[in-house]
């Protein structure tokens, strides 16, 4: 054992004076540590199954009963996580800034469908009508039912799609209960505005007729406003019509607060939407603050932010009602620019990078026929040369 303690004290004596005359080694070193994995907060899924009897499993019989099952259980709760939980951030409480609604019942809508159901299997009109395909559907009176139940909201999920909520009240949202019939008179032709169709900005050069249901003595304000359009500031608008005090739904009694200016979406900057909206007043408003000149071809003087409007007046306004539509350049854009604004026309190009090739072969073997046609200086044809 003494041996071996020496041997091993002349071989470490050795090391070290090689050591000594070979220059410092940085050395790197690290540590690891074995975690305990914890125990899962609940039951794992298909933990009570017995893998070595799979036979005594249930059948599902049909794909339906599966799909049935499935969906039954994506809807209880779990203790973990999906996959879209951890994706996706977390979505903020909306505030609601609109005129407040009440839903019936859903037992009272059960209720009256039935009614209306036992009326039609009583009447032999329609029976006879069904059955030799000569019934015709009422869309007058469809669409004023739409209105008044699943509108709105169908109406709402369109403009959250379209981002209006967003760019134009920071998120808050409101139902649109009040329905905007709008449509501008072009020549002989009448083009409605709905919710995203497109109108060009020379059908849309004069102002529109805006008709609505209004109780008798309510006033109302109207706002036309382009979130897309500003040539400066990405955050702020242009009003392009604000009319308020408006008694019932006469909008052409209401006090022209800015007249109407036609939208003019510059070139290559792509659609834009002109946004309507419908606000309610409790009372009449002094906007003696937000007045324009007439005329007012000033984009300095036009550009607005509709959440500074509506916080200036939040407790006299409620918004009701809203229709959009989206509009791309054209002629009459450029007339507006030179001759209402005075100013030059802005364009918007797109610069597109040169098309990359890889370095050039020596010997192109396996190559297309044109394969030389990428390197050349000059762009003429080449076709029928070889």
Same mark, same amino acid.
């Given at each position: 054992? *003494?041996?071996? =303690?020496?041997?091993?004290?002349?071989?470490?004596?050795?090391? =070290?004076?090689?050591?000594?005359?070979?220059?410092?080694?940085?050395?790197?070193?690290?540590?690891?540590?074995?975690?305990?994995?914890?125990?899962?907060?609940?039951?794992?899924?298909?933990?009570?199954?017995?893998?070595?009897?799979?036979?005594?499993? #249930?059948?599902?019989?049909?794909?339906?009963?599966?799909?049935?099952?499935? %969906?039954?259980?994506?809807?209880?709760? $779990?203790?973990?996580?999906?996959?879209?939980?951890?994706?996706?951030?977390? *979505?903020? #409480?909306?505030?609601?800034?609109?005129?407040?609604?009440?839903?019936?019942?859903?037992?009272?809508?059960?209720?009256?469908?039935?009614?209306?159901?036992?009326?039609?299997?009583?009447?032999?009109?329609?029976?006879?009508?069904?059955?030799?395909?000569?019934?015709?559907?009422?869309?007058?009176?469809?669409?004023?039912?739409?209105?008044?139940?699943?509108?709105?909201?169908?109406?709402?999920?369109?403009?959250?799609?379209?981002?209006?909520?967003?760019?134009?009240?920071?998120?808050?949202?409101?139902?649109?209960?009040?329905?905007?019939?709008?449509?501008?008179?072009?020549?002989?032709?009448?083009?409605?505005?709905?919710?995203?169709?497109?109108?060009?900005?020379?059908?849309?050069?004069?102002?529109?007729? =805006?008709?609505?249901?209004? #109780?008798?003595?309510?006033?109302?304000?109207?706002?036309?406003?382009?979130?897309?359009?500003?040539?400066?500031?990405?955050?702020?608008?242009?009003?392009?019509?604000?009319?308020?005090?408006?008694?019932?739904?006469?909008?052409?009694?209401?006090?022209?607060?800015?007249?109407?200016?036609?939208?003019?979406?510059?070139?290559?900057?792509?659609?834009?939407?002109?946004?309507?909206?419908?606000?309610?007043?409790?009372?009449?408003?002094?906007?003696?603050?937000?007045?324009?000149?007439?005329?007012?071809?000033?984009?300095?003087?036009? $550009?607005?932010?509709?959440?500074?409007?509506?916080?200036?007046?939040?407790?006299?306004?409620?918004?009701?009602?809203?229709?959009?539509? !989206?509009?791309?350049?054209?002629?009459?854009?450029?007339?507006?620019?030179?001759?209402?604004?005075?100013?030059?026309?802005? =364009?918007?190009?797109?610069?597109?990078?040169?098309?990359?090739?890889?370095? !050039?072969?020596?010997?192109?073997?396996?190559?297309?026929?044109?394969?030389?046609?990428?390197?050349?200086?000059?762009? %003429?044809?080449?076709?029928?040369?070889?």
């Amino acid at each position: 054992m *003494a041996v071996l =303690v020496k041997m091993g004290a002349g071989s470490l004596c050795g090391l =070290v004076r090689s050591l000594k005359v070979m220059e410092p080694v940085r050395t790197v070193t690290g540590t690891a540590v074995l975690c305990k994995r914890a125990a899962p907060l609940g039951p794992m899924p298909n933990e009570d199954i017995d893998v070595t009897n799979l036979e005594s499993l #249930e059948k599902y019989r049909s794909y339906a009963r599966y799909l049935q099952l499935a %969906e039954e259980k994506s809807w209880q709760p $779990t203790w973990w996580k999906t996959y879209k939980q951890y994706t996706q951030e977390p *979505a903020s #409480e909306k505030i609601d800034i609109g005129l407040p609604h009440f839903r019936e019942s859903r037992k009272k809508q059960l209720r009256e469908r039935r009614r209306v159901t036992r009326e039609n299997h009583k009447n032999s009109d329609l029976e006879s009508q069904a059955r030799h395909r000569t019934l015709s559907v009422p869309l007058d009176e469809v669409k004023a039912e739409w209105e008044i139940t699943n509108g709105p909201f169908h109406l709402r999920k369109i403009s959250e799609h379209y981002a209006v909520y967003r760019d134009l009240f920071n998120g808050a949202t409101f139902l649109p209960r009040v329905m905007l019939r709008i449509q501008y008179d072009c020549e002989d032709d009448i083009v409605p505005v709905y919710h995203g169709n497109v109108v060009t900005p020379t059908e849309a050069l004069n102002s529109p007729k =805006v008709s609505f249901e209004a #109780e008798e003595g309510s006033l109302w304000t109207l706002l036309l406003t382009n979130p897309d359009g500003h040539l400066r500031d990405n955050e702020s608008e242009y009003v392009h019509w604000l009319v308020g005090n408006i008694p019932g739904n006469a909008v052409s009694e209401g006090e022209d607060v800015c007249h109407y200016f036609p939208p003019f979406p510059a070139k290559g900057t792509g659609y834009h939407r002109c946004i309507f909206i419908l606000f309610k007043q409790d009372k009449v408003i002094d906007f003696k603050e937000d007045f324009r000149p007439l005329p007012c071809h000033s984009l300095k003087m036009r $550009t607005f932010k509709t959440l500074d409007f509506y916080k200036k007046h939040e407790d006299l306004l409620t918004p009701a009602g809203l229709a959009f539509f !989206q509009c791309h350049w054209d002629e009459s854009v450029t007339h507006t620019f030179h001759n209402l604004l005075d100013m030059k026309e802005p =364009v918007f190009e797109y610069d597109f990078p040169p098309v990359y090739h890889p370095p !050039q072969k020596k010997y192109p073997h396996g190559q297309p026929l044109r394969y030389l046609d990428r390197y050349r200086d000059s762009h %003429e044809p080449t076709y029928g040369i070889y």
